[in-house]
């Protein structure tokens, strides 16, 4: 598994960008991207076409919003963004004038990290730390293993090494969870079960997330609230969602959903690869799987070197390659794709061995 931060230094961060973020809604036509040497920025101004704000940096996140909601191609789009700036201006410039919306802006650092709905609810990783951290930590022996927030998520890996079985002799899995939230519009809030092996240090991420919440919530008003405060979504003890959360923490962790998921990994190691065309079998499982060439090139090493060429042992080896991604956001996708392809269906399997044989 890929190495974040520390607990400690997961809160220090969680601090100090809450401290600092802003949120505000506008009316589109008071929006303009400025194009400033080789820069874009985005201006907020008021009727009088004067500026409310310093103008700000966009992420890339940001600029991906804006092409969708103002319906641009991303291709054409990138294009332009790379080849002439001025051209993207006139362009986004002119629908945000044509078609007249609200929308809210996430700032931080002086630059928009995101472009989104005015309804967006603000389930922000300050609240989800509060909640979840306390709920973890009445767990007996458990140990956060990985922590991160990138530019656009937050994930907490945590194990609990009690929980614990063994596949097969000197290999084996401890039960864990991860939490995972985004602030700017990337995928909802969710708890999954996580697989982690202490031999190698690696981790599945299960798709079956116990529990997700969309980031759907009340309409903002630019007539009412131009720099919105922060809320509480999650502080208030009668909350039903801060309950589910509770819940879906102890259930990703209860003994006899463990003992089914280990069930499906003896089965996969039961899953032979029945070809010696071993890099087919990693081409046409990564190519379904949405893993790149550079990452498949990685995986067959991986798998070569650990020698158990079974579906179990292609999922591991994805889960290996995983550490040797520079992307943290990347790695724990990887570890998501593990598990996918651990479970594919077994008439799925069996095609691609066929395919490659």
Not at 60 to 86: C, D, F, W
Not at 149 to 176: C, D, F, V, W
Not at 238 to 259: S, Y
Request: hydrophobic share 35%.
């Amino acid at each position: 598994m890929k190495a974040g931060l520390s607990i400690e230094e997961l809160a220090a961060e969680i601090m100090r960008q809450n401290e600092i973020k802003e949120d505000y809604v506008v009316n589109s036509p008071c929006l303009q991207m400025d194009a400033w040497n080789s820069d874009l920025f985005l201006r907020v101004m008021d009727e009088q076409l004067s500026d409310r704000l310093e103008p700000l940096e966009i992420s890339e996140n940001a600029h991906r919003q804006i092409s969708a909601r103002l319906g641009i191609p991303v291709k054409y789009y990138n294009r332009m963004l790379t080849e002439s700036p001025e051209l993207l201006t006139q362009n986004v410039n002119f629908w945000f004038n044509r078609n007249p919306e609200q929308r809210m802006l996430r700032v931080m650092d002086g630059k928009v990290r995101a472009f989104l709905s005015n309804r967006y609810l603000r389930l922000d990783h300050h609240e989800v730390a509060c909640a979840v951290i306390p709920e973890i930590g009445t767990i007996s022996d458990v140990q956060f293993v990985s922590n991160q927030i990138t530019e656009n998520h937050l994930y907490m890996k945590a194990i609990i090494p009690h929980l614990q079985r063994e596949l097969t002799p000197g290999r084996s899995i401890q039960a864990g969870l991860v939490i995972c939230n985004s602030e700017t519009g990337l995928g909802t809030f969710t708890v999954s079960p996580l697989l982690y092996c202490p031999e190698n240090g690696c981790g599945m991420i299960a798709d079956t997330g116990t529990v997700k919440r969309t980031h759907s919530g009340p309409v903002y008003r630019a007539e009412e609230n131009f720099k919105l405060r922060p809320e509480s979504f999650l502080t208030s003890e009668d909350n039903a969602f801060l309950a589910k959360i509770r819940e879906a923490v102890r259930n990703t962790l209860d003994e006899a959903t463990f003992e089914q998921t280990i069930e499906r990994l003896r089965e996969a190691i039961d899953a032979r690869i029945n070809t010696n065309d071993i890099p087919a079998v990693v081409n046409h499982a990564g190519n379904e799987f949405g893993i790149t060439d550079s990452e498949q090139s990685g995986v067959l090493q991986h798998l070569l070197e650990q020698e158990d060429m079974s579906l179990y042992g292609l999922a591991n080896a994805v889960t290996r390659q995983s550490q040797d991604s520079e992307s943290y956001e990347r790695a724990t996708g990887l570890e998501g794709i593990s598990y996918q392809m651990l479970t594919m269906p077994r008439r799925q399997w069996e095609r691609i061995n066929q395919i490659a044989a």
